[in-house]
């Protein structure tokens, strides 16, 4: 590592020397001790920009394999009466073939599909995936440290997740099949391996996955948050901090908080499980046999699921909400509107998140008298949601935007949480819930709101700092194919679920066909499986698009590529170990003045001028 | 660990190691109020088991207790450069840890003696999961206390500041499990 005292031949390199602040990190290593052949350096590295590459690579496997699981259950609801023995090579025994050569997708398998799908999702793509990848790449970067807290510690979060993959992954070849019983696990089906094929060693293992999963979280949210509290560099206080930063602490603090309470949850299901006790069970008959297992309460599993699972959306979609007001913001070449009120509202957001769980629960035999306490602060959870609207409309209105796949992405973002977000207000009220729960509405509402959206976010964030993970761009042309046909095929997905859930269409069903009212429903079906279909595909192109990029993209050959002012943008175009090769930068103001006296940025690291205010403080 | 920073450059005062354990500790806070709380819905439901606690955990109590107490003292004699003191009140915050985990067991034995087995009523599974997982988060503790103890036995004694800080940390989870055990005993008394 050379760089002890090089010519500054640009105003950045000259200020970094001047101002930056030394911290004698070139004596501690002479060479590089942790990238010193190819296995330390791209597979069991402790450094944060590999650690966010294997959480994104590793994301992105986890990811297809969800869709694809989706695309068979899609099929299946979409033509029922198809023939689905050409998926005999891949899904095996569960295509039953009968005597005429029609193949049928076995029903309960499907349900392990829906299952599966909702698990890997929620958790090991749109949280291991999303905040994995943006909070070990930002963090250190954006705030002007060497690395994590604690690198090591990061190295573990991963493997973590790694090994809960790997679980869950071996659960889904089991000959019982994978489990079954939904992604939020509600006992008596999960705690009971008689009950169904998919709660015997598939549940056992779903846990165990789940497990390790959780001390990843852990792991990773310890390391996050106490990075970002303790190692920002000179002159970064609170106030200046990118409003991912921002986001991605009270997403850390939400699951140090909720995942605990999780793994509480699970440990009794364990319990009930294999030691024959009895925290959720009681008085049950399962195959026409009665059990003595008595005292339970299965409510009591959704209680402490949902106090993870409600903050656990949050965990999805505040990620994505501060990338979002970060490449708006870089690509809208103006000041984010309202910094301090989109604080606020993740702060408030973070809070509410924590007293609505039972919103989930409204039709579980929750007292009504307290259900009005839950869909009161459900209904507050808009405030602040849609102050951060405002806000990311002010920042683009009137401004020059730069259209590009990354900024496109955070526009889509908006446009499909805000109409995600208004069926939430349907369904925080309990008595439009006792129609709509358990419907496509539900299915609609939720895919919408953190599953189309978070994937906006973080599709916004890969086109975005594609550039500082590879030092190569994405393929523009594809990714903006990628933007307008996921939008609009999203849109053809999830908009008619509205309907067919008000008319009642219950979700999870295997088939729906047998029923009367539903008849008119069958076209419908065909067309939002043959969107799911597209835009399936549409996914498949990203990702040639993507791994295409990091070997043959367009080189980048500048620093700053968007002209953006925070710190990341100031390393190398491939930073080393360590991100600074010489001072880390110190800030001298917020990160967000574009177009600010009549320069159209002007990054962190440049001194405020005489009389000049910092808007941050 | 890694590249560690530096703490000159840190702008608050507080080690990060230390930080990063307070949060581990905010986090193992909220598994226990989970159970605590899922022990107070679930009572309310009725259909529970009343039975008296073994006497073996109030003596426990007085057993971690004590073992905080020494390891304090293990600590300040570490500061002043006791050398004697401060190994030998490491070993007996370790023996008397062991004897924690040991004391526990009698006491699950106790219950099971008195028909509070495991599986016979959610109040009594309650408090073998919750006094369990204590129970192994003081394990944890003790995997701690060795790490001290090799260092005191096996490095030469100078008590640096990175010295200190190691032991700071170790002293601050055994604290932790301590309250955390204290907390669980008042839970269960006024509970049940």
């Known amino acids: 590592m050379a760089h002890a005292v090089t010519a500054a031949d640009t105003l950045e390199e000259k200020l970094t020397q001047e101002l930056g602040y030394d911290d004698h990190f070139h004596e501690h290593h002479h060479g590089d001790k942790f990238q010193s052949n190819f296995l330390t350096t791209y597979i069991f590295s402790t450094d944060h920009k590999i650690i966010a590459r294997q959480f994104l690579i590793t994301g992105i496997f986890w990811a297809f394999v969800g869709a694809a699981m989706s695309i068979v259950f899609r099929l299946q609801l979409g033509f029922p009466e198809a023939d689905m023995a050409w998926l005999k090579p891949i899904l095996g025994k569960w295509i039953t073939v009968n005597d005429a050569g029609i193949g049928k997708l076995d029903p309960e398998f499907y349900y392990s599909l829906v299952t599966m799908h909702g698990t890997i999702l929620v958790f090991f793509v749109l949280t291991a995936g999303l905040s994995g990848t943006f909070a070990n790449l930002l963090i250190p970067l954006q705030i002007g440290a060497r690395d994590m807290a604690s690198p090591l510690l990061n190295a573990f979060s991963y493997w973590f997740f790694f090994l809960a993959g790997v679980v869950m992954f071996l659960s889904l070849f089991l000959s019982t099949g994978p489990f079954s019983g939904g992604w939020t696990a509600y006992p008596p089906l999960s705690a009971l391996p008689q009950a169904s094929d998919g709660s015997k060693a598939g549940m056992t293992m779903w846990i165990v996955g789940m497990a390790l999963f959780i001390v990843s979280s852990l792991l990773g949210g310890i390391n996050y948050i106490t990075t970002i509290l303790n190692l920002r560099t000179k002159g970064m206080n609170m106030w200046r901090m990118p409003l991912t930063i921002w986001a991605i602490l009270v997403t850390a603090i939400l699951g140090v908080l909720s995942f605990p309470v999780l793994l509480s949850g699970v440990l009794l299901l364990m319990f009930d499980r294999s030691m024959g006790t009895s925290f959720y069970l009681s008085e049950i008959v399962v195959g026409g046999q009665i059990l003595d297992r008595i005292g339970g309460s299965p409510v009591l599993f959704q209680h402490l699921f949902w106090f993870l699972g409600h903050p656990e959306v949050y965990i999805i979609i505040l990620p994505s909400m501060g990338i979002v007001s970060e490449v708006l913001s870089v690509h809208a070449r103006k000041p984010i509107f309202g910094y301090r009120a989109m604080i606020y509202s993740i702060l408030a957001i973070g809070f509410l998140s924590f007293i609505v769980w039972a919103h989930h629960m409204f039709m579980a035999g929750v007292n009504p008298f307290i259900s009005n306490f839950f869909v009161v602060f459900t209904l507050i959870i808009a405030v602040p949601s849609a102050i951060k609207v405002f806000n990311w409309i002010s920042t683009i209105y009137g401004s020059n935007f730069r259209f590009n796949a990354a900024s496109l992405f955070a526009v889509g973002f908006v446009s499909m949480f805000i109409s995600g977000g208004l069926t939430g207000i349907f369904l925080g009220n309990s008595a439009i819930d006792i129609q709509m729960h358990d419907t496509y509405f539900v299915v609609a509402h939720f895919h919408i709101v953190m599953g189309i959206a978070a994937f906006f976010g973080m599709f916004a964030g890969i086109y975005h700092w594609f550039p500082k993970m590879f030092s190569r761009f994405m393929n523009e042309t594809l990714g903006k194919i990628h933007f307008w046909g996921t939008l609009i095929g999203a849109y053809a997905i999830f908009w008619p679920m509205h309907y067919t859930g008000m008319a009642g269409v219950p979700r999870r069903y295997y088939s729906i066909e047998n029923f009367d009212s539903f008849k008119h429903f069958v076209d419908l079906n065909k067309f939002i499986t043959v969107a799911a279909i597209v835009v399936f595909f549409l996914q498949i192109l990203f990702i040639i698009n993507f791994f295409y990029s990091i070997f043959s993209g367009r080189k980048l050959t500048v620093k700053n590529p968007w002209g953006s002012n925070t710190l990341e943008w100031t390393t190398p175009i491939q930073p080393g170990h360590g991100n600074w090769p010489g001072n880390i930068p110190t800030v001298q103001r917020w990160s967000y003045d574009y177009g600010k006296g009549g320069e159209e940025f002007i990054p962190q690291f440049v001194p405020l001028k005489e009389g000049e205010h910092d808007h941050g403080h | ?192």
């Open chain 2, 1 to 192: 660990m890694g590249a560690i920073p530096s703490p000159e450059y840190n702008q608050s005062k507080i080690l990060p190691q230390k930080l990063a354990l307070w949060v581990g500790i905010g986090s193992m806070v909220m598994m226990f109020a989970a159970f605590t709380s899922a022990y107070v819905v679930r009572r309310s439901a009725g259909n529970w088991l009343e039975f008296k606690l073994p006497d073996i955990f109030f003596l426990n109590t007085v057993v971690i207790v004590m073992s905080s107490v020494t390891l304090h003292y293990a600590y300040t004699s570490f500061k002043k450069g006791k050398e004697k003191w401060y190994k030998g009140l490491l070993i007996a915050t370790f023996l008397l840890g062991i004897l924690f985990v040991v004391l526990q067991y009698k006491g699950w034995q106790a219950m099971t003696d008195i028909g509070a087995t495991f599986t016979v009523n959610p109040s009594s599974s309650f408090i073998y999961v919750i006094s369990g997982i204590h129970a192994a988060h003081v394990l944890g503790g003790i995997a701690a206390l060795i790490v001290a103890m090799v260092h005191a036995f096996v490095l030469p004694f100078r008590p640096t500041a990175r010295r200190r800080q190691r032991f700071e940390l170790v002293c601050q989870y055994w604290h932790f499990v301590d309250v955390l055990w204290i907390y669980l005993i008042g839970f269960f008394l006024t509970q049940s």
